[in-house]
């Protein structure tokens, strides 16, 4: 039996989509931009011509209409009037003459009800079914409002003249695509993302009609403020994804720079990865003009006193919080640092003579002064552990009396995290910390992940540029942090984190850059599965111990191992530890990103095997992440 092929020839006369020409003074007549439309699927027809014939058309007009994939689309433009004959040509590739058919009708300006025809095959192909009609595009929603970065879905209906649905593909534009993107998900549906703040308008076009959706863009989300959960190791975004830590120490940032200086810190950052900075809010020393900030604003209008802030010093602090939220940079905030061992670096000599009292209202100040800043986490203490904790106590549990939805920290002196110094019951304390020597942080963060599981977090090992420490020290804290339970870590750099003598130029130093490449590996993984490897059954041999000891966290369910060699040496690995059935083994270069297929790759997921040594990274050091995933 001959399959009967339909094709739709759809003509259009719509004043709010279509251009039209008035008439002429001479009377001429309105042109209208007719739509024609001709699914040929299971025909051999490859091209058709249009030729538009009447008595006050002097000269037949004769339009070839592009084929696609089966489909003959586009526009004519034909003058409005009675008695219009609309013949048409189908031709298959050689150019001979399959189909042909015509209609004599008037073309209105207004709606056209659909008329069939039937194209006779000429060489023995299926005839073609055309139809001749209006047809109506709308999408929906009409309007939508979405914040960058979101995504809303755009559904275009298709009707002819009778309401009837009408299929085919429907493209999607855009007026704007740095306000609104739009890709196509379906025939008729679309997706539309947010890209910058404004306003668009997109479109479902079908044959040439548009069907239009007002789209508004507002300024992103903000993942801001970070929250907790019970049982969650790890800190909690406002869009509730799994926060990874990974920061900068900026402890002058606020004392020391310039509104546009800050600018260019934040902007470096943000640009190498990093989302956190740990920040002095107040400076006793490390800064030129100490406690003034660059534009000799003093912290208290009475030196020393807490209860005289001065709100032309907080206003820039605000400034650079702020300028720190639009690029998305969480600010671990210190409000007043204590200093090592109580002394200069600090103020704790000037907290112990203002006494609680004060400095519960200086709490109280910048739980309201910064209450619109959702991207703060408070960093008590700093650098000690203070042996009167009601001058501790004083500020966190006057800014939660005021302001409850920001988390809180205790950073104290090197070698005790929050939870050893302080214990469970402050209740105002929401995530621990461990604060070590560069050989010490895998033990370190063994005790803590065991002790609780509150999260936390490297706060401080050893600054890049200081007491010999390098790239490699950096690198060799912090994914040892990462892969020992930690939710994250804060890397150092000397002069950056005062901001002294050319710190612009150590903004690109080996440490920076050579970090950004931690969450890119942890990206596209379910890093807050990770448990780290405390008793040695996934890494079995090779461990070592201090600066050099490896570290190795296996995702729950086996799905995958990451294990950090500060220095390459062959290695042991239960395999059965993944889910398998097989695994793929890999060496990533924590120096550039990239990654080494191990020779033999994959693996059965079973059994002892080792893992020779990688050598030298890109930047002849020898750390590596060795990479296992399970595949089929």
Known sequence: MRRLITATLLLIACSACLSREPAGVDGSAVQTKLFIRAELTGTSVAMVVVEVTATDIPTPLVFTIPTVNGVAAGPIRVPA?????????????????????????????????????????????????????????????????????DTVQLTATVLDANNNPVTGQVVWATLAPGVATVISTGEQTGRVTGVGPGQTTVFGVFAGIAGPATITVTPPRSIFPLHVESGKRYLVDAKGNPFLLQGDAAWSLIAQLTNAEAEQYLEDRRQKGFNTVLVDLISHEFAANAPNNAYGDAPFLTPGDFSTPNEAYFAHAAYVINLAAQKGILVLLTPAFMGFGGGSQGWYSEMTANGPTKLRDYGTYLANRFRSYDNILWVEGGDYNPPDLDLLRAIPNAIRAVEPKWLHNFNGARGTSALAFLGDGEPWLDVNDIYTESGDVVPSAFQEYERSQMPFFLVEAQYEGEGGADEATVRQQAYQAVLSGAMGQIMGNNPVWLFGSGWQQALDSPGARTLSYLPALLAHRAWWTMEPDTNHTVLTTGVNAGGDQAATARATGGSFVLAYLPFTRPVTVDLAQLSGPNVVARWYDPTNGTFASVDGSPFPASGLRVFPSAGANSRGFHDWVLVLDSSP
Do not use: K, M, W
Request: proline letters at 6%.
């Open 81 to 149: 009037g009675s008695n219009r004959t609309i013949t048409l040509h189908a031709y298959d590739a050689g150019g001979v003459e399959t189909h042909t058919g015509s209609v004599t009708l008037t073309i209105r300006s207004g709606t056209n009800q659909p008329i069939a025809i039937v194209l006779t095959p000429l060489t023995g192909d299926v005839p073609i079914t055309v139809t001749l009609g209006s047809f109506s595009v709308t999408v929906g929603p009409t309007t939508a409002t979405v914040a960058v970065g």
